[in-house]
């Protein structure tokens, strides 16, 4: 309407691909049209830069075995490569800002990729089912989005530092996984994220801040956890069904400045006071504890997670310190 000049680009084509021109003159790849196993894409198309591959551009087409993308790309859009299943290797260019939403999603037999120190953006659910068990992250990655290696084949991951957030169940299920560096910048550590793999230990960075719902839970054989006192959110039960937990006595279990959970069932009229320096308390903490009649909480919490005090009926009356700026959903509930 009014001034506003819009552009619409046609859909061109030559005997391999169909294409359309951006706005800035660059070339996004839509389907290819060929038959091929082995395809390297071409830097330009009818004398115009290759700079995107577009949504679904290879969507499903079994026959792809091996994919070259050159560095003129700077974009791999949403489902680019979803169910291509007989894709066993892809070369990714240095120019690779963006890796799209579901973009290698169910590859089966794709068990390595190196990302480039370029790329930022990594999808979600980017390899989700993919048959990975070996990834190398680009140094430039800023965060690693909801489920972007869901039930992956991992073994071990090293998170540069250059990431600042893990997102919701990236690496859920990814039942192999035994060995996690944790870079040094990660302050966000996602629901789920690590839930049921095969951590053996953890050793968390000094930034980190927050750790979300069931993010190591199911992480049988976890018995080492070092939190440091960054930290001063945890959701609920996230360190659930680990060794660490099973192996901590009943009563009140602080996981560095923030109180994890209270741990077997509670005497009925029991007061409790909380640590000073204490910053949270964690999702789900007294949960059901039916026998809590009076919590003492200091003037250094920051936060009090969902479910906290849920269920706790002779609870009658609470003090929230002003230093409280965040209250989870059902905290007191019934």
């Given at each position: 309407s009014g001034d506003a000049v819009w552009r619409i680009s046609r859909t061109e084509q030559t005997d391999e691909y169909s294409y359309r021109t951006l706005a800035d003159g660059?070339?996004?790849?839509?389907?290819?049209?060929?038959?091929?196993?082995?395809i390297e894409i071409p830097e330009r198309i009818d004398g115009k830069e290759v700079a995107s591959i577009g949504p679904g551009a290879f969507y499903e087409y079994d026959n792809l075995r091996e994919i070259i993308i050159p560095d003129s790309v700077s974009s791999i859009k949403a489902e680019a490569f979803f169910g291509c299943g007989g894709l066993e290797s892809v070369k990714l260019g240095l120019g690779l800002t963006e890796i799209?939403?579901?973009?290698?999603?169910d590859t089966d037999k794709l068990t390595a990729i190196d990302l480039p120190y370029s790329l930022t953006t990594l999808g979600e659910e980017a390899f989700l089912g993919s048959a990975l068990n070996s990834v190398n992250l680009g140094a430039g990655l800023k965060a690693i989005e909801d489920g972007a290696f869901y039930s992956c084949d991992l073994q071990k991951i090293d998170i540069p530092d250059s990431v600042e957030s893990i997102g919701e169940g990236a690496f859920e299920g990814c039942s192999s996984l035994k060995e996690v560096s944790l870079g040094s910048n990660v302050k966000f550590i996602g629901g789920y994220a690590f839930y049921d793999c095969d951590l053996t230990g953890?050793?968390?960075?000094?930034?980190v801040l927050e750790i979300g719902e069931y993010a190591f839970a199911g992480n049988q054989n976890l018995l080492e956890i070092e939190i440091p006192d960054s930290v001063e959110s945890i959701g609920r039960s996230a360190f659930e069904y680990t060794a660490w937990y099973e192996s901590q006595e009943n009563g009140i279990i602080y996981a560095g400045k923030v109180v994890y959970k209270y741990k077997g069932i509670m005497p009925e009229g029991t007061t409790v006071t909380v640590a000073d320096g204490t910053k949270g308390i964690a999702g789900a903490a007294f949960e059901y504890q039916y026998g809590l009649e009076e919590i003492v909480l200091p003037d250094t919490l920051t936060n009090i997670g969902e479910y906290a005090f849920y269920g706790c009926e002779l609870l009658t009356e609470i003090h929230i310190p002003q230093s409280v700026d965040e209250i989870g959903e059902f905290s007191l509930g019934y």
């Open positions: 660059t070339v996004q790849i839509l389907k290819y049209l060929g038959d091929a196993d082995s799209g939403k579901r973009a290698f999603i953890i050793v968390f960075n000094g930034g």
